[in-house]
């Protein structure tokens, strides 16, 4: 496996689906991978990828985005309001915007940077209480709340239980950024992107299988 065969699956799934060529992004989730790694998958082309730590990110892009333009950066992991300001000024998308609090420490810094990141709601699909996302029946007001603050909310993200169908939360997810006139839904990871497409998936998440199996820390 590897970055052209994903590229493949994802147009194969997108035909199937009848979706317009192109219109799911792939981010090559490069957290915890080799610098030579991600620099081989940039040398390919390839431009849109996400992190999870901001920390991590912020020792790794900078070097690259001297080296390569147009590179795309997206936080998939949790954001502490402490790392707000450094998460802003480092990744062109955030896609864990997950209470309250959160939304307005980036309202304000918006303001005092004068730009913001693309952002995405995290909705805890499967109410875990282990993982982040703001619960399904909060998700209404906390996009209402965010749009208040004038903050660019795209879309919506979930990660779904592990030992449950995924299809059932990539549909509920959709199902609420219908309502709220929402378009990007980012959800779908390896073992589930071809279903999160069918579903509606605007940004699928693959790590291992373009980089190959992650350095433990």
């Known amino acids: 496996m590897g970055l052209q065969d994903i590229k493949d699956r994802i147009a194969a799934a997108e035909r199937e689906a009848g979706r317009v060529p192109g219109s799911v992004k792939l981010i090559a ?4 991978q080799p610098d030579a790694r991600v620099d081989a998958v940039l040398k390919d082309g390839h431009r849109l990828f996400g992190e999870n730590r901001v920390q991590e990110a912020a020792g790794k892009w ?20 402490n790392k707000a300001r450094q998460a802003m000024e480092l990744f062109d998308a955030i896609h864990t915007v997950d209470r309250p609090k959160l939304a307005k420490t980036l309202a304000r810094l918006a303001q005092e940077i004068g730009q913001c990141p693309r952002l995405f709601v995290q909705v805890n699909t499967g109410e875990e209480e ?8 909060d998700t209404d007001a906390l996009v209402a709340q965010c749009r208040a603050l004038d903050l660019p909310v795209q879309g919506l993200m979930c990660i779904p239980p592990e030992d449950e169908e995924p299809a059932l939360h990539f549909a509920l997810l959709a199902k609420i950024a219908a309502r709220n006139g929402l378009e990007g839904l980012s ?6 992107f071809e279903r999160a497409i069918a579903l509606g998936a605007t940004h699928i998440r693959v790590g291992s299988a373009i980089f190959g199996e ?3 820390e």
């Open 187 to 192: 959800m779908g990871m390896s073992g589930d």
């Open 130 to 137: 282990q993982k982040a996302g703001v619960a399904p029946q």
């Open 62 to 81: 900078p070097g690259f985005r001297d080296t390569y333009d147009g590179i795309d950066l997206h936080l998939i992991g949790p954001l502490q309001t």
């Open 214 to 216: 992650r350095v433990t």
């Open 29 to 32: 989730v490069s957290k915890v």
